[in-house]
């Protein structure tokens, strides 16, 4: 066995005429050339053939770095491997990740995600990278099976949260850590905008699995993970002293007449707070509206009976029916009824998510109750039904839930007589809530 090699050993090695080796022990060795140039291999025998495997270069390769990886080569010779195929298996793998980050790079120059959002994308086209995923998602799936204000959500969470923090990443090499991650991140600062950002994640990438772009589902499960990530759906539901209680408030409130109207439509028809700031009048035909697909936050046109009650709201008006002055879209927003209401609560210390927001309500209240929030409204509706002889079958109908199962695939009746008579019964029962407190108002 020879000695042990040093920095000052190694440095003084001179060249000869022919290449030699200084040899520590067991095939660590120094190569010199006639050159003088230096390098440290491991010269070995395996299934009796001889071998020597290139090490590193000298300076280049300290001699600390030479010996992690003669250990490296040495572990793999005792267990039968020849680390010089082990070196050709690491080259091509080098290679082909070399060719496919080439590609990548080619395919995002060619199809950014606006230039996909803007031009049709190709029968043939597979996303590299998760904001191509995202525009891939939003055109082939979303457009296609969304209302437009799922639609909006879903692009307005995307370009927020999910493109600035992961959209360059290959969507091969998003993993459960990154999604983690991603989450906790944003559920630190707002967990109702990180429960968006999660449903959106899950939407995209159990698209890329069902396709076979990917082999995983990173975002499965992770409000275990991320707790503050769980759904944010509230379960509030108004009693009926607050039923009466939030109707006079409203009504005295100084919110628009749109926003005061819109904000008591909720409770009298039990719809979603985006469909009826949407409201037109081109959509009602005598006492019905039909809330038109693409309207629609499951993306199925829904027939919904106008008691008398609610023809009083719309009050003959042609157009939209909750017009506003802001915005571009001439309608009320839905964030806009959500801060009406907040700017209700009792105290500046009570605050409630709004959109990605957290609101402080005023000081001055006007509603003077427990926070609550539009969707709160359609909640109410819904869990009186019952309690007026409306069946469940019948009230979910009326809320344009999704049948479930196989029940869903068949069964195609529309329900209108049965959700006539469930709003009619309904507005009986609220209008006897309303009716002492409309006389004390008067």
């Given at each position: 066995?020879?000695?042990?090699?040093?920095?000052?050993?190694?440095?003084?090695?001179?060249?000869?005429?022919?290449?030699?080796?200084?040899?520590?022990?067991?095939?660590?060795?120094?190569?010199?050339?006639?050159?003088?140039?230096?390098?440290?291999?491991?010269?070995?025998?395996?299934?009796?053939?001889?071998?020597?495997?290139?090490?590193?270069?000298?300076?280049?390769?300290?001699?600390?770095?030479?010996?992690?990886?003669?250990?490296?080569?040495?572990?793999?010779?005792?267990?039968?491997?020849?680390?010089?195929?082990?070196?050709?298996?690491?080259?091509?793998?080098?290679?082909?990740?070399?060719?496919?980050?080439?590609?990548?790079?080619?395919?995002?120059?060619?199809?950014?995600?606006?230039?996909?959002?803007?031009?049709?994308?190709?029968?043939?086209?597979?996303?590299?990278?998760?904001?191509?995923?995202?525009?891939?998602?939003?055109?082939?799936?979303?457009?296609?099976?969304?209302?437009?204000?799922?639609?909006?959500?879903?692009?307005?969470?995307?370009?927020?949260?999910?493109?600035?923090?992961?959209?360059?990443?290959?969507?091969?090499?998003?993993?459960?850590?990154?999604?983690?991650?991603?989450?906790?991140?944003?559920?630190?600062?707002?967990?109702?905008?990180?429960?968006?950002?999660?449903?959106?994640?899950?939407?995209?990438?159990?698209?890329?699995?069902?396709?076979?772009?990917?082999?995983?589902?990173?975002?499965?499960?992770?409000?275990?993970?991320?707790?503050?990530?769980?759904?944010?759906?509230?379960?509030?539901?108004?009693?009926?002293?607050?039923?009466?209680?939030?109707?006079?408030?409203?009504?005295?409130?100084?919110?628009?007449?749109?926003?005061?109207?819109?904000?008591?439509?909720?409770?009298?028809?039990?719809?979603?707070?985006?469909?009826?700031?949407?409201?037109?009048?081109?959509?009602?035909?005598?006492?019905?509206?039909?809330?038109?697909?693409?309207?629609?936050?499951?993306?199925?046109?829904?027939?919904?009976?106008?008691?008398?009650?609610?023809?009083?709201?719309?009050?003959?008006?042609?157009?939209?029916?909750?017009?506003?002055?802001?915005?571009?879209?001439?309608?009320?927003?839905?964030?806009?009824?959500?801060?009406?209401?907040?700017?209700?609560?009792?105290?500046?210390?009570?605050?409630?998510?709004?959109?990605?927001?957290?609101?402080?309500?005023?000081?001055?209240?006007?509603?003077?109750?427990?926070?609550?929030?539009?969707?709160?409204?359609?909640?109410?509706?819904?869990?009186?039904?019952?309690?007026?002889?409306?069946?469940?079958?019948?009230?979910?109908?009326?809320?344009?839930?999704?049948?479930p199962g196989i029940i869903g695939v068949y069964n195609k009746y529309s329900y209108d007589n049965e959700k006539k008579a469930a709003l009619i019964?309904w507005e009986k029962f609220l209008l006897t809530l309303l009716k002492p407190a409309q006389k004390k108002d008067r």
């Amino acid at each position: 066995m020879g000695k042990q090699f040093t920095e000052k050993a190694i440095a003084a090695a001179k060249p000869k005429d022919k290449r030699y080796y200084l040899r520590e022990g067991r095939g660590f060795a120094l190569q010199i050339l006639p050159t003088g140039a230096k390098a440290f291999v491991y010269l070995f025998e395996l299934n009796k053939s001889k071998g020597y495997v290139l090490l590193g270069r000298y300076p280049d390769c300290s001699l600390a770095d030479a010996r992690i990886a003669y250990n490296d080569a040495y572990k793999l010779v005792k267990k039968g491997i020849d680390p010089r195929e082990q070196k050709k298996t690491i080259a091509e793998e080098l290679r082909k990740k070399s060719e496919e980050i080439a590609a990548t790079t080619n395919l995002l120059e060619q199809y950014t995600y606006q230039s996909l959002l803007d031009e049709e994308i190709p029968d043939d086209f597979v996303p590299s990278t998760v904001e191509q995923l995202v525009a891939v998602y939003y055109i082939k799936y979303s457009k296609e099976n969304h209302g437009s204000q799922t639609q909006k959500n879903f692009l307005y969470t995307s370009q927020s949260s999910i493109i600035p923090l992961i959209g360059k990443k290959l969507i091969t090499d998003v993993r459960r850590k990154d999604a983690i991650a991603l989450i906790q991140g944003i559920a630190s600062r707002a967990p109702g905008q990180s429960a968006n950002v999660l449903k959106a994640g899950r939407q995209i990438f159990e698209f890329a699995l069902q396709r076979e772009w990917v082999e995983s589902q990173p975002f499965l499960k992770i409000t275990k993970a991320v707790p503050k990530a769980g759904s944010n759906a509230c379960e509030r539901v108004l009693d009926d002293a607050e039923v009466v209680q939030a109707w006079g408030a409203i009504s005295k409130s100084p919110s628009s007449d749109s926003v005061k109207r819109a904000i008591k439509m909720i409770l009298v028809t039990a719809q979603r707070s985006g469909e009826i700031s949407q409201m037109h009048s081109d959509q009602i035909n005598d006492r019905w509206w039909t809330i038109p697909a693409k309207v629609a936050k499951n993306g199925r046109e829904h027939r919904v009976y106008l008691t008398d009650t609610a023809l009083a709201l719309i009050g003959g008006r042609k157009g939209k029916i909750f017009p506003s002055d802001k915005g571009s879209n001439g309608h009320v927003a839905v964030n806009t009824l959500a801060q009406a209401i907040n700017r209700g609560y009792l105290s500046d210390e009570i605050v409630k998510l709004v959109g990605t927001r957290k609101i402080k309500a005023r000081k001055q209240p006007y509603f003077g109750m427990t926070p609550w929030s539009p969707h709160d409204l359609r909640r109410t509706a819904r869990t009186n039904m019952p309690r007026v002889g409306v069946s469940d079958e019948h009230a979910e109908a009326v809320l344009n839930h999704t049948k479930p199962g196989i029940i869903g695939v068949y069964n195609k009746y529309s329900y209108d007589n049965e959700k006539k008579a469930a709003l009619i019964k309904w507005e009986k029962f609220l209008l006897t809530l309303l009716k002492p407190a409309q006389k004390k108002d008067r």
